[in-house]
């Protein structure tokens, strides 16, 4: 199945990277894995972009039935500008709080490692 290493939703930013809701529909359907990027372009148009930005893609790719290819995708070593609050890996445990005021301790577990763990597993060769 594909993967979107690093792609937000298109309907809550239209970058030419973000997937349309067509897209995130076809990687749902085939069982794929997105990974949310964190590249400040992606998140938010027009700059200022911040941790909380990305719950807006988050909750559309899981309302259109994405919850279990949800991932983290960051790009951290691949961009010179950041989310405001994900400057660095050391600021996912406070992302992982943001997130927990939101959605279940199991779903926030699905998107930190276990849906890519479960991908990998699955479609890798032994």
Request: aromatic share 12%; proline share 6%; with cysteine.
């Amino acid at each position: 199945p594909p993967i979107a290493s690093h792609a937000n939703a298109y309907a809550c930013c239209p970058h030419p990277r973000n997937l349309k809701d067509e897209q995130i529909c076809a990687l749902i359907e085939r069982g794929g894995l997105l990974g949310i990027t964190f590249v400040p372009s992606f998140v938010r148009e027009g700059g200022g972009a911040r941790a909380d930005d990305l719950l807006r893609h988050i909750e559309h790719i899981a309302a259109l039935g994405g919850e279990k290819i949800l991932s983290l995708g960051s790009d951290f070593d691949g961009i010179g500008d950041y989310v405001a609050d994900l400057e660095h890996p050391g600021r996912l445990p406070a992302f992982r709080d943001l997130l927990l005021n939101y959605y279940s301790a199991e779903f926030v577990e699905d998107l930190y490692w276990r849906n890519a763990y479960s991908f990998y597993m699955k479609h890798l060769p032994e």
